[in-house]
T-cell receptor
Protein backbone atom coordinates (compact mmCIF):
# COMPACT_ATOMS: atom_id res chain seq x y z
CA UNK A 1 0.00 0.00 0.00
CA UNK A 2 1.87 3.08 -1.28
CA UNK A 3 -0.30 5.80 0.34
CA UNK A 4 0.51 9.17 -1.27
CA UNK A 5 3.06 9.13 -4.09
CA UNK A 6 4.70 12.30 -5.42
CA UNK A 7 6.80 12.65 -8.54
CA UNK A 8 9.43 13.81 -9.12
CA UNK A 9 11.36 13.78 -5.83
CA UNK A 10 13.84 16.46 -6.96
CA UNK A 11 13.83 19.03 -9.74
CA UNK A 12 15.91 22.02 -10.77
CA UNK A 13 14.34 24.59 -13.08
CA UNK A 14 15.41 27.83 -14.66
CA UNK A 15 13.38 30.99 -14.10
CA UNK A 16 10.46 31.10 -16.52
CA UNK A 17 10.27 27.36 -17.16
CA UNK A 18 7.05 25.47 -16.49
CA UNK A 19 6.57 22.25 -14.61
CA UNK A 20 3.84 19.95 -13.28
CA UNK A 21 4.18 18.14 -9.98
CA UNK A 22 2.23 14.90 -9.83
CA UNK A 23 0.45 13.36 -6.85
CA UNK A 24 -1.54 10.14 -6.57
CA UNK A 25 -3.18 8.45 -3.59
CA UNK A 26 -4.46 4.89 -3.31
CA UNK A 27 -6.57 5.26 -0.15
CA UNK A 28 -9.81 6.24 -1.92
CA UNK A 29 -9.72 9.62 -0.17
CA UNK A 30 -12.08 12.39 -1.18
CA UNK A 31 -9.91 15.42 -0.32
CA UNK A 32 -6.45 16.29 -1.59
CA UNK A 33 -4.06 19.16 -0.82
CA UNK A 34 -0.88 20.86 -1.99
CA UNK A 35 1.42 22.57 0.53
CA UNK A 36 4.77 24.26 0.37
CA UNK A 37 7.17 24.17 3.31
CA UNK A 38 9.91 26.75 3.73
CA UNK A 39 12.34 27.10 6.67
CA UNK A 40 10.64 28.87 9.58
CA UNK A 41 7.32 29.15 7.71
CA UNK A 42 5.62 25.85 8.50
CA UNK A 43 3.23 24.26 6.02
CA UNK A 44 1.41 26.74 3.80
CA UNK A 45 -1.61 25.57 1.84
CA UNK A 46 -1.44 26.38 -1.87
CA UNK A 47 -4.60 24.73 -3.24
CA UNK A 48 -6.94 22.00 -2.16
CA UNK A 49 -9.65 19.82 -3.63
CA UNK A 50 -12.41 18.95 -1.17
CA UNK A 51 -13.83 16.36 -3.54
CA UNK A 52 -13.41 15.15 -7.10
CA UNK A 53 -14.38 17.93 -9.50
CA UNK A 54 -13.73 20.83 -7.10
CA UNK A 55 -10.64 22.93 -6.38
CA UNK A 56 -10.14 25.98 -4.16
CA UNK A 57 -7.37 28.42 -3.35
CA UNK A 58 -5.47 28.14 -0.13
CA UNK A 59 -3.20 30.62 1.63
CA UNK A 60 -0.58 31.10 -1.14
CA UNK A 61 -2.10 30.28 -4.57
CA UNK A 62 -0.39 32.95 -6.71
CA UNK A 63 1.81 31.50 -9.45
CA UNK A 64 0.24 28.03 -9.25
CA UNK A 65 -2.59 26.10 -10.87
CA UNK A 66 -4.04 22.70 -10.03
CA UNK A 67 -6.02 19.95 -11.68
CA UNK A 68 -7.97 17.21 -9.93
CA UNK A 69 -7.65 14.70 -12.72
CA UNK A 70 -9.75 12.03 -11.00
CA UNK A 71 -10.33 10.83 -7.46
CA UNK A 72 -6.76 9.50 -7.19
CA UNK A 73 -4.71 12.23 -8.82
CA UNK A 74 -4.13 15.92 -8.05
CA UNK A 75 -1.45 17.83 -9.96
CA UNK A 76 0.21 21.20 -9.28
CA UNK A 77 1.49 23.33 -12.15
CA UNK A 78 3.98 26.18 -12.13
CA UNK A 79 3.40 28.07 -15.39
CA UNK A 80 6.42 30.40 -15.19
CA UNK A 81 8.73 29.41 -12.36
CA UNK A 82 10.27 32.12 -10.15
CA UNK A 83 13.12 31.82 -7.60
CA UNK A 84 10.57 32.59 -4.83
CA UNK A 85 8.95 29.25 -5.63
CA UNK A 86 12.04 27.34 -4.52
CA UNK A 87 10.63 25.14 -1.78
CA UNK A 88 9.66 21.64 -0.70
CA UNK A 89 6.19 20.76 -1.98
CA UNK A 90 4.00 18.24 -0.18
CA UNK A 91 0.84 16.59 -1.40
CA UNK A 92 -1.63 15.20 1.15
CA UNK A 93 -4.99 13.46 1.15
CA UNK A 94 -7.76 12.80 3.67
CA UNK A 95 -11.06 10.96 3.71
CA UNK A 96 -12.91 14.23 4.44
CA UNK A 97 -11.75 17.80 4.96
CA UNK A 98 -11.69 17.66 8.76
CA UNK A 99 -9.98 14.26 9.01
CA UNK A 100 -6.23 13.59 9.42
CA UNK A 101 -4.19 14.07 6.30
CA UNK A 102 -1.69 11.59 4.92
CA UNK A 103 1.37 13.09 3.28
CA UNK A 104 3.74 12.14 0.51
CA UNK A 105 7.49 12.51 0.97
CA UNK A 106 7.68 15.75 -0.97
CA UNK A 107 9.21 17.24 -4.09
CA UNK A 108 12.31 19.38 -3.58
CA UNK A 109 12.18 22.12 -6.20
CA UNK A 110 14.95 24.64 -6.92
CA UNK A 111 14.41 27.56 -9.28
CA UNK A 112 17.61 29.18 -10.53
CA UNK B 1 -2.90 36.36 15.42
CA UNK B 2 -2.63 32.84 14.04
CA UNK B 3 -5.42 30.35 14.76
CA UNK B 4 -2.84 27.86 16.07
CA UNK B 5 0.34 28.90 17.89
CA UNK B 6 3.29 26.59 18.46
CA UNK B 7 6.73 27.38 19.86
CA UNK B 8 9.25 26.64 17.09
CA UNK B 9 12.02 25.62 19.46
CA UNK B 10 14.53 24.16 18.99
CA UNK B 11 14.09 22.04 22.10
CA UNK B 12 17.06 19.89 23.18
CA UNK B 13 16.75 17.33 25.98
CA UNK B 14 18.87 14.38 27.19
CA UNK B 15 17.91 10.83 26.33
CA UNK B 16 15.41 9.38 28.78
CA UNK B 17 13.84 12.73 29.68
CA UNK B 18 10.12 13.45 29.52
CA UNK B 19 9.33 15.86 26.70
CA UNK B 20 6.37 18.22 26.67
CA UNK B 21 5.28 19.86 23.41
CA UNK B 22 2.41 22.33 23.36
CA UNK B 23 0.05 24.30 21.15
CA UNK B 24 -2.55 26.95 21.85
CA UNK B 25 -5.47 27.83 19.64
CA UNK B 26 -8.15 30.47 19.36
CA UNK B 27 -11.08 28.77 17.59
CA UNK B 28 -13.43 27.18 20.15
CA UNK B 29 -15.07 25.14 17.35
CA UNK B 30 -12.02 22.87 17.02
CA UNK B 31 -12.95 19.32 18.05
CA UNK B 32 -10.35 17.08 16.39
CA UNK B 33 -6.73 17.36 17.47
CA UNK B 34 -3.71 15.75 15.84
CA UNK B 35 0.02 15.50 16.30
CA UNK B 36 2.35 14.83 13.38
CA UNK B 37 6.02 13.88 13.43
CA UNK B 38 8.27 14.95 10.57
CA UNK B 39 11.75 13.55 10.12
CA UNK B 40 14.27 15.48 8.07
CA UNK B 41 13.62 15.21 4.32
CA UNK B 42 10.37 13.27 4.84
CA UNK B 43 6.68 14.15 4.88
CA UNK B 44 4.74 14.61 8.13
CA UNK B 45 3.29 11.38 9.53
CA UNK B 46 0.29 11.15 11.83
CA UNK B 47 1.33 10.30 15.38
CA UNK B 48 -1.76 10.90 17.53
CA UNK B 49 -5.42 11.72 16.80
CA UNK B 50 -7.92 12.69 19.49
CA UNK B 51 -11.47 13.98 19.66
CA UNK B 52 -12.58 16.66 22.12
CA UNK B 53 -11.04 16.90 25.61
CA UNK B 54 -9.09 14.38 27.63
CA UNK B 55 -6.02 12.18 27.31
CA UNK B 56 -5.00 9.51 24.84
CA UNK B 57 -2.02 7.24 25.35
CA UNK B 58 -0.10 5.22 22.76
CA UNK B 59 3.06 3.59 24.02
CA UNK B 60 5.48 6.31 25.12
CA UNK B 61 3.26 9.07 23.71
CA UNK B 62 0.36 10.82 25.48
CA UNK B 63 -1.81 13.47 23.88
CA UNK B 64 -3.72 15.80 26.16
CA UNK B 65 -6.45 18.28 25.24
CA UNK B 66 -7.76 21.04 27.51
CA UNK B 67 -10.55 22.73 25.60
CA UNK B 68 -11.35 25.14 28.43
CA UNK B 69 -7.86 26.61 28.11
CA UNK B 70 -7.61 26.03 24.35
CA UNK B 71 -4.35 24.17 24.94
CA UNK B 72 -3.07 20.82 23.70
CA UNK B 73 0.03 18.90 24.68
CA UNK B 74 2.06 15.92 23.54
CA UNK B 75 4.17 14.12 26.13
CA UNK B 76 6.97 11.75 25.20
CA UNK B 77 8.20 9.47 27.98
CA UNK B 78 11.65 7.86 28.02
CA UNK B 79 12.69 9.94 25.02
CA UNK B 80 15.03 8.32 22.48
CA UNK B 81 17.41 9.82 19.89
CA UNK B 82 15.03 8.40 17.26
CA UNK B 83 12.38 10.85 18.55
CA UNK B 84 14.47 13.74 17.19
CA UNK B 85 12.20 15.35 14.62
CA UNK B 86 9.86 18.29 14.08
CA UNK B 87 6.45 17.88 15.73
CA UNK B 88 3.43 19.67 14.29
CA UNK B 89 0.08 20.04 15.98
CA UNK B 90 -3.07 20.25 13.85
CA UNK B 91 -6.76 20.67 14.51
CA UNK B 92 -10.14 20.86 12.80
CA UNK B 93 -13.83 21.36 13.48
CA UNK B 94 -16.35 18.53 13.74
CA UNK B 95 -17.97 19.29 10.42
CA UNK B 96 -17.08 16.81 7.67
CA UNK B 97 -17.86 19.56 5.18
CA UNK B 98 -14.98 21.59 6.62
CA UNK B 99 -12.43 21.93 3.90
CA UNK B 100 -9.15 21.62 5.73
CA UNK B 101 -7.28 21.25 8.99
CA UNK B 102 -5.11 23.96 10.55
CA UNK B 103 -1.45 23.21 11.30
CA UNK B 104 0.90 24.74 13.83
CA UNK B 105 4.28 25.78 12.50
CA UNK B 106 6.10 22.89 14.25
CA UNK B 107 8.56 22.45 17.13
CA UNK B 108 12.00 21.07 16.35
CA UNK B 109 13.05 18.50 18.98
CA UNK B 110 16.51 17.07 19.50
CA UNK B 111 17.23 14.20 21.92
CA UNK B 112 20.86 14.11 23.05
CA UNK B 113 22.34 10.58 23.57
Amino acid sequence: NAGVTQTPKFQVLKTGQSMTLQCAQDMNHNSMYWYRQDPGMGLRLIYYSASEGTTDKGEVPNGYNVSRLNKREFSLRLESAAPSQTSVYFCASSEYGNQPQHFGDGTRLSIL
Amino acid sequence: QKEVEQDPGPLSVPEGAIVSLNCTYSNSAFQYFMWYRQYSRKGPELLMYTYSSGNKEDGRFTAQVDKSSKYISLFIRDSQPSDSATYLCAMSTAYSSASKIIFGSGTRLSIRP
